[in-house]
């Protein structure tokens, strides 16, 4: 994808918040994203975060 930026280094900035720099446990991240207010088109999924 042009553009697209893979910078995320498994750091919680909202929602979950943990003591260690917010740094999220490893483990199985489920998520659902709604694309606009008045569809219903969904896009669900999940990602392993490994820290290893």
């Given at each position: 994808m042009h553009g697209y930026?893979?910078?995320w280094d498994?750091?919680?900035n909202?929602?979950?918040r943990f003591?260690?720099?917010d740094k999220l446990p490893e483990?199985?991240?489920f998520y659902i994203l709604k694309l606009?207010?008045?569809t219903n088109q969904f896009f669900k999924?999940?990602?392993y975060l490994n820290r290893k």
């Amino acid at each position: 994808m042009h553009g697209y930026q893979n910078t995320w280094d498994g750091s919680s900035n909202q929602g979950i918040r943990f003591n260690e720099g917010d740094k999220l446990p490893e483990g199985t991240y489920f998520y659902i994203l709604k694309l606009a207010p008045n569809t219903n088109q969904f896009f669900k999924g999940y990602i392993y975060l490994n820290r290893k």
